[in-house]
DNA sequence: GCGACAG
DNA sequence: ATCTTGTCGC
């Protein structure tokens, strides 16, 4: 796969006010509507009530690292079934600064798309969509830079709040992200993302909720849905998971 | 000056 | 993100 809009890609050369103004950029060239109609049938994990070659292809992007250089994975499935996997490692140019993740990380990250050989319809990204302060959080940039529908999936919250209290919740649960004086290209109030709790136990130890907000072509309520159903039973969705496990095996050989 | 801050 | 033992529970 090749960037799409290459304009955008994420240089660790630049200054830091030239990220910054080029993430407004971005974030004026995503797309917050449903330009997709995933349904739930089709991105489900078990294909047993659907048509499994109907079923989009999810890819799941992690990072690892090993001193300063950086590894990204990618794996590509179609429900349960894993259909390709690339990886690729880079030197490290910046150090991780809240709300430059993508600079730090784009470029091992852009490596190993540009490996890969099918034609993923979402990315999952460990990280920030619109919840961001320029809402081009690393889900957001990549997917304009490769014009994919993308979500963002954080285990902790960059910025906005909660319209609720997120502790303890049920599983399923989810509340609007409200954006705050601190996303400076939206509305204070705008919904920016979900925090959902996709997992819980009936006891202790009370697991937190994930942060899930769009990256590119996706909605808000999409977003969520869509990491509803691909969360397998564990906290993180399935794809995750797998680029996770990818990306530690990567790293213990290049060790 | 103070607080807050994905991975 | 990464550094790490033991421990609880299915």
């Known amino acids: ?43 489900s994990l078990d294909g047993e009530a659907s048509l499994s070659g109907d079923r989009p292809l999810v ?23 894993v259909v390709e996997r690339v990886h690729a490692v880079t ?25 890969l050989s099918c034609d993923p319809d979402l990315l999952v990204f460990d990280g920030s969509g619109r919840i961001h302060f320029r809402q081009a959080g690393l889900a957001t940039h990549l997917g304009v830079v490769f014009d994919k529908p993308s979500v963002g999936v954080a285990k902790s919250l960059l910025c906005g709040h909660p319209t609720e209290d997120v502790d303890g919740r049920p599983e399923g649960w989810r509340a609007e992200i409200l954006a705050d004086d601190s996303v400076e290209n939206a509305d204070s109030g705008d919904p920016i993302g ?21 990256g590119h072509r996706v909605s808000v309520p999409t977003a969520t849905t869509l990491v509803s159903q691909l969360c397998g039973g564990y906290k993180l969705p399935e794809p995750t998971r797998q680029a ?6 990567v790293k213990a050989e290049y060790r």
């Open 194 to 214: 979900h925090a959902f709790q996709s997992r819980q136990y009936d006891t202790e130890p009370i697991i937190n909720p994930l942060y899930v907000s769009p």
């Open 244 to 249: 996770d496990a990818y990306a530690d095996d």
């Open 1 to 43: 796969m090749d960037p799409v809009r290459p304009e955008f890609l994420p240089d660790p050369a630049l200054s830091r006010d030239e990220m910054e103004a080029l993430q407004y950029d971005v974030a004026d060239a995503a797309d917050w509507s449903d330009a997709f109609d995933f349904d739930a049938q089709e991105v």
């Open 91 to 115: 030197d490290l140019e910046i150090p991780y600064i809240p709300g430059l993740l993508s600079f730090r990380e784009g470029g091992p990250i852009v490596a190993a798309f540009e490996k």
């Open 59 to 81: 890819a799941g992007v992690d990072q690892a690292f090993l001193d300063d250089r950086g590894v990204s994975a990618i794996v590509v499935a179609r429900g349960d079934t």
